[in-house]
Structures are given as structure tokens and as C-alpha cells.
Nanobody
């Protein structure tokens, strides 16, 4: 199983970025998926979650600014991030969440998002 995340980079405050995460070697559509992030010196935190059936939840400051989605035909999950703030600077990780199906969790390698003020 491999998760590859793309789309990080440097953006000015107020700007937008779109992240993607593609899964290989697993039946993507069966899994809930999530984006988490870890800022320097802080613990990893959950940003957004989408179930295998499309139920969505957002956490913390991601509400109203971020949009999570998935395309099962492409084995890919997305995170559209708008109105970015310097405090959004972090490494963003995608996760295959196997908890509800009593399956393992899988993590991608992370992609760095840097928001300049």
C-alpha cells in the first residue's frame, strides 16, 4: 500500500493551494480518508475527514476555508485550501483510516505547505 501526496508549496497569506493524495495497491473506495497536519513544534492534528460514503467533517480552523473531496475512480482524495493563513503552515499528511472496518491505517509521506505573511 502506498499513499502519495502532492500539491504543497509556498503561498502568500490569503492565497489558495490544492493538495491531492493518490492510493496505490489497495481498494481505495472501501476506506475512510483524512487529512492531518503537523506544524513545527506541535502535535499532529486532524484537519478534515471523509468517509467511504462521502460523509465529511472538518476540524479546528479548517472549517469554512478547506474543502475535502474524493474521486474513487481515480483512487484520489483532495484538499482545497482557501484563505490560507501563516498558522496553516505545516506538513500535511493524508491517511487511510481503517478504524471502522477494523483495518490498518496507512499514512502518506506528507507534503509541506508554507504560508508567508
Amino acid at each position: 500500500v502506498q499513499l502519495q501526496a502532492f500539491g504543497g508549496g509556498l503561498v502568500q497569506a490569503g492565497g489558495s493551494l490544492a493538495l491531492s493524495c493518490t492510493a496505490y495497491g489497495i481498494t481505495f473506495s472501501n476506506y475512510d480518508m483524512a487529512w492531518s497536519r503537523q506544524a513545527p513544534g506541535k502535535q499532529r492534528e486532524l484537519v478534515a475527514w471523509i468517509s467511504s460514503g462521502g460523509t465529511i467533517d472538518y476540524f479546528g480552523s479548517a472549517k469554512d476555508r478547506f474543502t475535502i473531496s474524493r474521486d474513487n475512480a481515480k483512487n484520489t482524495m483532495y484538499l482545497q485550501m482557501n484563505s490560507l493563513k501563516p498558522e496553516d503552515t505545516a506538513i500535511y499528511y493524508c491517511k487511510m483510516d481503517g478504524r471502522r472496518r477494523f483495518k490498518p491505517n496507512y499514512w502518506g509521506q506528507g507534503t509541506l505547505v508554507t504560508v508567508s505573511s
